[in-house]
T-cell receptor
Framework: DTGVSQDPRHKITKRGQNVTFRCDPI?????LYWYRQTLGQGPEFLTY????????KSRLLSDRFSAERPKGSFSTLEIQRTEQGDSAMYLC??????????FGPGTRLTVL | SQQGEEDPQALSIQEGENATMNCSYK?????LQWYRQNSGRGLVHLIL?????REKHSGRLRVTLDTSKKSSSLLITASRAADTASYFC???????????FGPGTSLSVIP
């Protein structure tokens, strides 16, 4: 399968724990995006990379959130000291340049 | 980048009818994109229309762009129950802009 993959698909954690999500983009895509989506809302932009450089971070991304794309391929999104408000679907997408984005299936996070 | 605003927020139609959704934006754009999201899934890119294009077709989808009115519409013809989903537009100011999504239009196609 050459689509965008995300792992895990579901994560249940207790408040205060750290979680890490992984995204594997389409191999030739140089851009990688992270979004967060809550029920009934459109995806909210969190951050994006061009190759390994993180070009922009949303103000939504508090200092508990960190994202990396160390070799310009896969990316990780870590949330430290999770809070109940972090419960959401975390979506990853990739693109070649700034055109059509291809989304992964998402990681659903539930913080108890 | 800028957020597109979809209208209506919700739309319910009978199978076989056409569905029309609208998108408005505020500043000049390079391109406008439409995406679909089935419940609990990731988004799927449907179609991209560039600022110098007025209409584009893809299967049962027809997208129009009116840059003078800063609006776009997505028409789904002969709708099917499988078209039930949320539809989002995204307006990009440059080809290297990031995508920002609006709240979307929730379409229900009743069999």
């Amino acid at each position: 399968d050459t689509g965008v993959s995300q792992d895990p698909r579901h994560k249940i954690t207790k408040r205060g724990q750290n979680v890490t999500f992984r995204c594997d983009p389409i191999s030739e895509h140089n851009r990688l995006y992270w979004y967060r989506q809550t029920l009934g809302q459109g995806p909210e932009f969190l951050t994006y990379f061009q190759n390994e450089a993180q070009l922009e971070k949303s103000r939504l991304l508090s200092d508990r959130f960190s994202a990396e794309r160390p070799k310009g391929s896969f990316s990780t999104l870590e949330i430290q000291r999770t809070e109940q408000g972090d419960s959401a679907m975390y979506l990853c997408a990739s693109s070649l340049g700034g055109y059509a984005q291809y989304f992964g299936p998402g990681t659903r996070l539930t913080v108890l | 980048s800028q957020q597109g605003e979809e209208d209506p927020q919700a739309l319910s139609i009978q199978e076989g009818e056409n569905a029309t959704m609208n998108c408005s934006y505020k500043t000049s754009i390079n391109n406008l994109q439409w995406y679909r999201q089935n419940s609990g899934r990731g988004l799927v890119h449907l179609i991209l229309i560039r600022s110098n294009e007025r209409e584009k077709h893809s299967g049962r989808l027809r997208v129009t762009l009116d840059t003078s009115k800063k609006s776009s519409s997505l028409l789904i013809t002969a709708s099917r129950a499988a078209d039930t989903a949320s539809y989002f537009c995204a307006a990009l100011k440059t080809s290297y802009d990031k995508v920002i999504f609006g709240p979307g239009t929730s379409l229900s196609v009743i069999p």
